[in-house]
């Protein structure tokens, strides 16, 4: 093998083992602090400003629709424009892969939802 080449495999090599315990790191201390704050701030949301303050629910009717409301809420970050969401709902209305994905999303949801209010066990 071309003696350069293997310099510079050796050199990635070497820049991995440093790089990736640094990336997680950074990762790991930026997921606690961004935790924390949404910790801090919960106080401050508002319910009827239509902040979630729980996903704990009486009923699993009320969790799925939460599942829903959660999906929704996630859209209309995504993609502040309102009027653009108008034009693309349009696209995806009629396409079976975009709802079924849709779907997911929600069970997704609902499966977190369920998990948080312990399957709604007495």
């Known amino acids: 093998m071309d003696r350069s080449l293997m310099r510079y495999r050796s050199r990635s090599a070497g820049v991995r083992l440093i790089l990736v315990p640094l990336l997680a790191m950074a990762l790991t201390f930026g997921m606690a602090a961004t935790v924390q704050a949404q910790e801090e701030n919960q106080e401050d949301t ?5 902040g979630l303050m729980t996903l704990v629910t009486a009923t699993p009717e009320e969790g799925f629709a939460l599942a ?6 996630a859209v209309g970050t995504t993609q502040t424009d309102a009027n653009v969401r108008q ?5 995806y209305a009629h396409d079976p892969d975009s709802l079924i994905a849709v779907s997911q999303v929600v069970a997704i949801n609902f499966q977190t939802i369920s998990a948080a209010n312990n399957y709604w066990r007495e």
């Open 46 to 50: 508002k319910a009827d400003e239509g």
């Open 68 to 73: 829903v409301k959660l999906s929704q809420k």
């Open 87 to 91: 034009v693309l709902r349009g696209a």
